[in-house]
């Protein structure tokens, strides 16, 4: 090439290196997480809320912190992802903080209690009432943050394969069960053990499990239950309302920007709008369509209710005794229900 010719090709050249290191520049300031989660992204509700999360935060930030949502399994088994975010081998996950009992039994208030709150005063006590700080405070223990990042409506009791007519006819049942409801279960005799959603069909079909609760009609129908148990029962009263996760290695989290961490706070704040309104949205086309499919569905008597409220205190007293975490969370919630339901009287019909 002449002499000429290359001072011509000069400023081009310069052009092309300044772009290619301007890429470079870009490409190492964005954020790269990987999340595991507890759900399928096809789940309804449960997995879907999760993807569409993290996909609002890639656009909120013009592709600046990309999440990237890994199935239950790929990269650790779908209910160890609280010992990895805390070890830092993932950077987030997505589930439910009842799945973490095995670690920090006080956890499980965070995700749903027993004769407990509807979502909106459930929401009310984590935002403005404590239950988010003293969450946070229990998890910084394990160098994680969580966020509630969706609230959906209640869940059904649970199903079975033949016709419980009475509490006793629950004694000696092996039955999947989570959170705080598998210890008043206990209470009443049933053998619970907690499955992740995608082996609970397989251990009902089976027959390693008796029956199961999961969790509402339109995510119970989606997972095909009702192939192999016909009678399904209501309310879920040990899940009135069920809060969803997204939990993030501290250390992670502290390299975010203000602005970044913000829009973990936004997305996060329109997964429990979305949630709640989706979900009390598609029960009773779900219903419909369970009924159409010859299941039978039951509602608890009153009596039975009562017996499981009995455990239900029971169980407070003893895991409060055991455990500072559980008798603090259990505290908080108590004393904020008790204002609330002043105003939960007067304002609202019974």
């Known amino acids: 090439m002449r002499v000429s010719s290359i001072l011509k090709a000069a400023p081009a050249i310069a052009l092309a290196a300044t772009m290619t290191v301007v890429a470079t520049a870009d490409a190492d300031a964005k954020t790269r997480w990987k999340m595991q989660s507890a759900?399928?992204?096809?789940?309804?509700?449960?997995?879907?809320?999760?993807?569409?999360?993290?996909d609002n935060v890639k656009e909120m930030s013009d592709g600046e912190l990309d999440i990237k949502f890994f199935e239950p399994g790929k990269l650790v088994p779908a209910l160890q992802g609280f010992e990895a975010a805390s070890a830092g081998s993932v950077d987030a996950v997505w589930g439910a903080a009842g799945y973490h009992v095995g670690k920090v039994p006080a956890a499980a208030w965070f995700t749903a209690v027993p004769f407990g709150p509807r979502a909106s005063e459930f929401y009310a006590w984590l935002k403005f009432g404590g239950g988010m700080d003293v969450w946070r405070d229990i998890y910084a223990k394990h160098n994680v943050v969580p966020y509630a990042c969706g609230i959906i409506a209640?869940?059904?009791?649970?199903?079975?394969?033949?016709?419980?007519?009475?509490?006793d006819d629950l004694k000696g049942l092996k039955m999947r069960f989570?959170?705080?409801?598998?210890?008043?279960?206990?209470?009443?005799?049933?053998?619970t053990q907690l499955l992740a959603g995608g082996d609970i069909y397989p251990a009902l079909e089976r027959g390693t499990i008796d029956a199961t609760e999961f969790s509402m009609p339109a995510i119970d129908l989606?997972?095909?239950?009702?192939?192999?148990?016909?009678h399904y029962y209501f309310p879920g009263w040990h899940q009135q309302s069920s809060v969803l996760e997204f939990m993030v290695s501290k250390p992670k989290l502290d390299?975010?920007?203000?602005s970044q961490k913000k829009m973990l706070d936004v997305a996060c704040g329109d997964g429990v709008a979305h949630g709640l309104a989706e979900g009390e949205a598609i029960q009773g086309a779900?219903?419909?369509t369970l009924k159409e499919k010859g299941v039978n569905i039951h509602r608890w008597p009153d009596a039975t209710i009562d017996v499981f409220r009995k455990g239900w205190d029971q169980v407070v007293a003893e895991k409060s005794a055991e455990n500072a975490d559980f008798k603090r969370v259990a505290e908080s919630l108590g004393s904020f229900r008790a204002k609330y339901k002043i105003w939960k009287d007067l304002g609202y019909l019974n």
């Open 154 to 167: 209640p869940e059904a009791s649970g199903w079975f394969r033949k016709e419980i007519k009475s509490v």
């Open 178 to 191: 989570f959170g705080l409801g598998a210890l008043v279960m206990e209470k009443v005799g049933v053998s």
């Open 39 to 54: 759900f399928s992204s096809s789940l309804t509700q449960l997995g879907t809320l999760g993807k569409r999360m993290v």
């Open 255 to 258: 390299k975010l920007s203000k």
């Open 222 to 230: 989606k997972l095909g239950f009702y192939q192999v148990a016909k």
């Open 286 to 288: 779900a219903l419909a």
